[in-house]
Structure formats: C-alpha cells, structure tokens
C-alpha cells in the first residue's frame, strides 16, 4: 500500500517515512492518505452494509514527526492529529448510524478529542480473565461507562467456571500477583 501513495502521504521524522514495527503511519493532511481511509471505510459500509469498525492502533509513531521540512515536530504532530479528527468527522458524516470504536493501544491514544467523536472506547487488550478486573473496575475514572468497551478474551486454557464466574475464583486460585484490587 505504501508503494501506492506519495512519501508526503506518510507521517515522516527527518525526511523518511515513519515506521513502528512493520507499519508505516499515514499522513493524514496529505489527500491521498485520506482517500485511501475513505475509499477502506465506504466500500464496506456501503457495499456489505459494515455498521462497526475498530480502530485498532497498537503502535507508537513517537513524538518527534512532521510531514513538511519547514515545521517543527510539535506542530507536524499536532496538524496530523486535527487532520485525523475532520477525517472522522468526514466519514461520521458520511455514515451517521455507523460505529467507529477507538482503540486505546493500552493507553496512548485515550485522548478526549477523539472520545469526542467516537462512542466506544477499547479500555485494553488484556488477555488474563484475572487482571482485567482492576482495569474494568478502574476504567470510569478515564472514560464514561457508556463509552468504556470491555473485551474479553478468554483461552483455551480457560475453564468454563473461571469464564462464567468472570474471575471470581477462590482465594489461591489467583496469578503470583494475587487477587485483583
């Protein structure tokens, strides 16, 4: 997808594409960049009837990063973040009754600017039954309770009772860091 789109549709820190892991982070001022998101966005909702999208963003692009050689760090990353917030603002107007979840990739994108704009707030990624229950429990104080979604993922190894009672074991049936909070 990269190859498809100019350098000046990738967020960039001194000159070269940004990169975390595998991924690349588009440049969301560039009109290509959000081309590409529209076009990924309205297919599926207009063609197969797609009501939900998760914006899964587990990556970090860092702090220092722009898209034009004549602006600082700051102000590269704050011009991409207004330009994310009237691309949701576009496709929420486009598609009124449809979904978009925000992901908080464990914190670092739990900002009020997109919370204002999206109803449903991913609170973590936690895998173990046992210590999302602080996470649950702790995720009001971040987010209103209408916006906080709760995933679970229970295993394989997961016994059907640890699953039905959502954690609620006896005492010593808990991890080494002991019950949740």
Not at 38 to 47: E, I, K, T
Not at 73 to 87: K, S, T, V, Y
Request: hydrophobic residues 40%; glycine residues 8%.
């Amino acid at each position: 997808m990269t190859r498809s789109l100019p350098d000046e549709a990738s967020l960039r820190r001194h000159g070269a594409r940004v990169r975390d892991a595998v991924r690349y982070h588009l440049g969301l001022r560039h009109p290509a960049a959000h081309a590409h998101l529209d076009r990924f966005v309205d297919r599926p909702v207009d063609d197969l009837g797609v009501g939900h999208l998760k914006l899964d963003y587990n990556i970090d692009a860092g702090s220092e990063m722009s898209s034009r050689a004549d602006e600082s760090p700051a102000d590269g990353l704050l011009g991409h973040h207004r330009a994310h917030l009237d691309w949701l603002d576009g496709i929420l107007g486009r598609h009124p009754h449809f979904v978009l979840e925000n992901c908080a990739s464990g914190g670092m994108r739990a900002d009020y600017a997109l919370l204002s704009r999206l109803p449903l707030h991913s609170t973590n990624d936690q895998r173990n039954l046992l210590l999302y229950a602080p996470i649950a429990a702790a995720a009001p104080t971040a987010v209103t309770p209408k916006q906080g979604a709760i995933w679970s993922y229970p295993t394989a190894a997961d016994c059907l009772d640890k699953v039905a009672h959502h954690g609620q074991l006896p005492p010593g049936a808990y991890p080494s860091a002991g019950p949740p909070a």
